[in-house]
Protein backbone atom coordinates (compact mmCIF):
# COMPACT_ATOMS: atom_id res chain seq x y z
CA UNK A 1 0.00 0.00 0.00
CA UNK A 2 1.10 3.40 -0.95
CA UNK A 3 2.50 5.59 2.26
CA UNK A 4 1.30 8.86 3.55
CA UNK A 5 2.03 12.50 2.52
CA UNK A 6 1.58 14.43 5.54
CA UNK A 7 1.87 18.23 4.38
CA UNK A 8 2.49 20.36 7.45
CA UNK A 9 1.85 24.13 6.96
CA UNK A 10 1.93 26.48 8.96
CA UNK A 11 2.66 31.07 9.29
CA UNK A 12 6.46 31.35 9.20
CA UNK A 13 7.43 31.43 12.41
CA UNK A 14 4.33 28.81 14.04
CA UNK A 15 7.23 26.93 14.49
CA UNK A 16 7.55 23.84 12.03
CA UNK A 17 11.72 23.34 12.19
CA UNK A 18 10.82 23.23 15.32
CA UNK A 19 7.77 20.92 15.54
CA UNK A 20 10.05 18.37 13.06
CA UNK A 21 13.60 18.35 15.04
CA UNK A 22 11.44 17.79 18.34
CA UNK A 23 9.55 14.72 17.12
CA UNK A 24 12.29 13.62 14.39
CA UNK A 25 13.18 10.75 16.16
CA UNK A 26 9.73 9.31 17.28
CA UNK A 27 8.93 9.80 13.79
CA UNK A 28 11.72 8.08 12.66
CA UNK A 29 10.51 5.25 14.94
CA UNK A 30 7.13 4.69 12.99
CA UNK A 31 8.49 4.73 9.68
CA UNK A 32 7.69 8.46 8.94
CA UNK A 33 10.06 10.10 6.80
CA UNK A 34 10.91 13.88 6.70
CA UNK A 35 12.22 14.96 3.81
CA UNK A 36 14.87 17.50 3.26
CA UNK A 37 13.86 20.78 1.60
CA UNK A 38 16.20 22.26 -0.96
CA UNK A 39 16.27 26.20 -0.64
CA UNK A 40 17.72 29.02 -1.98
CA UNK A 41 18.71 30.34 1.73
CA UNK A 42 22.28 30.56 2.34
CA UNK A 43 23.84 26.99 3.92
CA UNK A 44 24.73 28.55 7.19
CA UNK A 45 20.38 29.61 8.06
CA UNK A 46 19.57 26.05 6.41
CA UNK A 47 19.81 23.67 9.04
CA UNK A 48 19.69 20.24 9.01
CA UNK A 49 16.04 20.50 7.84
CA UNK A 50 17.34 21.93 4.26
CA UNK A 51 19.90 22.03 1.69
CA UNK A 52 20.74 25.98 0.81
CA UNK A 53 21.29 26.60 -3.50
CA UNK A 54 21.75 29.61 -5.49
CA UNK A 55 19.02 30.56 -6.85
CA UNK A 56 20.97 29.08 -10.36
CA UNK A 57 21.64 25.65 -8.85
CA UNK A 58 17.47 25.43 -7.73
CA UNK A 59 16.51 26.50 -11.66
CA UNK A 60 19.37 24.21 -12.93
CA UNK A 61 17.65 21.47 -10.50
CA UNK A 62 13.87 22.13 -11.27
CA UNK A 63 15.10 21.65 -14.83
CA UNK A 64 16.21 18.42 -14.97
CA UNK A 65 13.03 17.17 -12.77
CA UNK A 66 14.22 16.96 -8.85
CA UNK A 67 11.45 18.33 -7.52
CA UNK A 68 8.23 16.66 -6.97
CA UNK A 69 7.17 20.18 -5.70
CA UNK A 70 8.42 23.85 -5.78
CA UNK A 71 7.43 26.97 -4.87
CA UNK A 72 7.96 30.40 -4.91
CA UNK A 73 7.00 32.19 -1.24
CA UNK A 74 9.09 35.43 0.96
CA UNK A 75 11.60 35.99 -1.90
CA UNK A 76 13.16 32.78 -2.02
CA UNK A 77 12.36 28.94 -4.11
CA UNK A 78 11.69 25.87 -2.47
CA UNK A 79 12.18 22.03 -3.84
CA UNK A 80 10.93 19.06 -2.27
CA UNK A 81 12.94 16.03 -3.40
CA UNK A 82 11.13 13.99 -6.17
CA UNK A 83 12.82 11.01 -4.28
CA UNK A 84 9.83 11.20 -1.76
CA UNK A 85 7.49 9.76 -4.78
CA UNK A 86 9.83 6.49 -4.30
CA UNK A 87 9.18 6.76 -0.19
CA UNK A 88 5.42 6.90 -0.84
CA UNK A 89 4.99 4.19 -3.27
CA UNK A 90 7.56 1.15 -1.10
CA UNK A 91 4.24 2.21 2.12
CA UNK A 92 6.93 5.28 3.90
CA UNK A 93 4.75 8.03 5.47
CA UNK A 94 6.78 11.31 4.27
CA UNK A 95 6.25 14.15 5.98
CA UNK A 96 7.01 17.63 4.05
CA UNK A 97 7.66 20.91 5.06
CA UNK A 98 4.94 22.96 2.90
CA UNK A 99 3.78 25.77 1.92
CA UNK A 100 0.05 27.39 2.27
CA UNK A 101 -0.28 28.84 -0.90
CA UNK A 102 0.99 25.55 -2.74
CA UNK A 103 -1.61 24.00 -1.07
CA UNK A 104 -4.05 23.44 -3.72
CA UNK A 105 -1.50 22.49 -6.65
CA UNK A 106 -0.32 19.76 -3.77
CA UNK A 107 -3.55 17.97 -2.99
CA UNK A 108 -3.84 17.76 -6.99
CA UNK A 109 -0.54 15.83 -7.32
CA UNK A 110 -1.16 14.11 -3.74
CA UNK A 111 -5.10 13.63 -3.41
CA UNK A 112 -4.83 11.49 -0.07
CA UNK A 113 -2.72 14.35 1.50
CA UNK A 114 -3.01 14.49 5.35
CA UNK A 115 -3.12 17.97 5.81
CA UNK A 116 -1.84 19.54 9.38
CA UNK A 117 -1.87 22.99 10.08
CA UNK A 118 0.29 25.42 12.66
CA UNK A 119 -0.87 27.90 14.23
CA UNK A 120 -0.41 30.47 17.29
CA UNK A 121 -1.60 33.50 18.12
CA UNK A 122 -0.03 36.58 15.86
CA UNK A 123 1.20 38.29 18.67
CA UNK A 124 2.79 35.33 20.29
CA UNK A 125 4.19 34.84 16.30
CA UNK A 126 5.44 38.28 15.85
CA UNK A 127 7.62 37.85 19.22
CA UNK A 128 8.88 34.14 17.74
CA UNK A 129 9.77 35.84 14.74
CA UNK A 130 11.39 38.42 16.11
CA UNK A 131 13.60 36.05 18.81
CA UNK A 132 14.67 34.16 16.32
CA UNK A 133 16.24 37.01 14.56
CA UNK A 134 17.10 35.21 10.87
CA UNK A 135 14.74 37.63 9.47
CA UNK A 136 15.08 41.96 9.55
CA UNK A 137 12.16 43.97 11.00
CA UNK A 138 10.78 44.96 7.17
CA UNK A 139 10.74 41.15 6.23
CA UNK A 140 9.33 40.17 9.49
CA UNK A 141 6.42 42.46 8.59
CA UNK A 142 5.62 41.14 5.00
CA UNK A 143 5.67 37.62 6.91
CA UNK A 144 3.19 38.74 8.93
CA UNK A 145 1.21 40.55 6.38
CA UNK A 146 1.73 36.99 3.83
CA UNK A 147 0.16 35.59 7.32
CA UNK A 148 -2.83 37.41 7.45
CA UNK A 149 -3.75 36.96 3.67
CA UNK A 150 -4.63 33.40 4.22
CA UNK A 151 -8.42 33.20 5.06
CA UNK A 152 -10.16 31.25 6.81
CA UNK A 153 -10.70 29.04 4.44
CA UNK A 154 -8.10 26.85 5.39
CA UNK A 155 -9.07 26.59 8.92
CA UNK A 156 -12.23 25.36 7.60
CA UNK A 157 -11.63 22.73 5.05
CA UNK A 158 -12.82 19.41 6.57
CA UNK A 159 -9.35 17.30 5.79
CA UNK A 160 -7.03 19.37 7.89
CA UNK A 161 -5.89 18.63 11.02
CA UNK A 162 -5.36 22.14 13.15
CA UNK A 163 -2.76 21.84 15.67
CA UNK A 164 -1.70 24.82 18.19
CA UNK A 165 1.33 25.54 18.29
CA UNK A 166 0.98 28.88 21.30
CA UNK A 167 1.88 26.84 24.22
CA UNK A 168 4.93 24.16 25.19
CA UNK A 169 6.20 22.95 22.11
CA UNK A 170 6.35 19.15 24.32
CA UNK A 171 2.40 18.96 24.11
CA UNK A 172 2.44 20.36 20.42
CA UNK A 173 4.84 17.11 19.84
CA UNK A 174 2.66 15.16 21.64
CA UNK A 175 -0.86 15.98 19.97
CA UNK A 176 0.86 15.68 16.22
CA UNK A 177 1.85 12.14 17.29
CA UNK A 178 -1.23 11.40 18.67
CA UNK A 179 -2.88 12.58 15.91
CA UNK A 180 -0.25 10.45 13.21
CA UNK A 181 -0.86 7.21 15.84
CA UNK A 182 -4.92 7.53 14.36
CA UNK A 183 -6.44 10.54 15.98
CA UNK A 184 -9.90 10.91 14.23
CA UNK A 185 -9.15 13.85 12.33
CA UNK A 186 -6.15 11.61 10.72
CA UNK A 187 -7.75 9.22 9.87
N1 LIG B 1 6.12 26.01 21.35
C1 LIG B 1 7.06 26.94 21.30
N2 LIG B 1 7.29 27.73 22.36
C2 LIG B 1 8.22 28.72 22.33
N3 LIG B 1 9.01 29.00 21.25
C3 LIG B 1 8.82 28.25 20.15
C4 LIG B 1 7.86 27.17 20.11
N4 LIG B 1 7.91 26.62 18.88
C5 LIG B 1 8.86 27.28 18.19
N5 LIG B 1 9.41 28.26 18.96
C6 LIG B 1 10.44 29.24 18.54
O1 LIG B 1 9.83 30.09 17.57
C7 LIG B 1 10.75 30.45 16.54
C8 LIG B 1 10.19 30.04 15.18
O2 LIG B 1 10.16 28.62 15.09
P1 LIG B 1 10.57 27.85 13.77
O3 LIG B 1 10.60 26.40 14.11
O4 LIG B 1 11.80 28.43 13.18
O5 LIG B 1 9.28 28.19 12.84
P2 LIG B 1 8.97 27.90 11.30
O6 LIG B 1 9.85 26.75 10.89
O7 LIG B 1 7.52 27.55 11.25
O8 LIG B 1 9.27 29.16 10.59
C9 LIG B 1 12.07 29.76 16.87
O9 LIG B 1 12.92 30.68 17.49
C10 LIG B 1 11.65 28.65 17.84
O10 LIG B 1 12.67 28.34 18.77
O1 LIG C 1 2.80 29.71 1.62
P1 LIG C 1 3.24 29.83 3.05
O2 LIG C 1 2.49 28.89 3.96
O3 LIG C 1 3.31 31.22 3.58
O4 LIG C 1 4.71 29.26 3.13
C1 LIG C 1 5.71 29.74 2.30
C2 LIG C 1 7.03 29.27 2.76
O5 LIG C 1 7.35 29.98 3.96
C3 LIG C 1 7.73 29.08 4.94
O6 LIG C 1 9.11 28.97 4.84
P2 LIG C 1 10.10 29.95 5.56
O7 LIG C 1 11.08 30.52 4.63
O8 LIG C 1 9.39 30.88 6.43
O9 LIG C 1 10.92 28.95 6.37
P3 LIG C 1 10.50 28.37 7.73
O10 LIG C 1 9.35 27.46 7.45
O11 LIG C 1 11.72 27.65 8.15
O12 LIG C 1 10.20 29.54 8.56
C4 LIG C 1 7.05 27.79 4.60
O13 LIG C 1 7.75 26.69 5.12
C5 LIG C 1 7.00 27.78 3.10
O14 LIG C 1 8.08 27.12 2.52
Same mark, same amino acid.
Given at each position: $????? !? =?? !?????????S??????????????R???????????????????????Q??? $??????? +?????????? =?? !???E????? +????????????????????? =????????????????????????????????????????????? !?????????????????????L???L???????
Amino acid at each position: $MAGRL !I =YL !IGPSGSGKDSLLDAARARLAERGCRIVRRVITRSAEAAGEAAQGVSPEQFAA $MDAEGAF +ALSWQANGLS =YG !IPREIDDWL +AAGEDVLVNGSRGHLAQTRLR =YPTLLVVLLSVDQAVLRQRLLARGRESIADIDERLARNARFSDSL !IAAPDVFLLDNSGALALTVERLLGCLDGHPACA
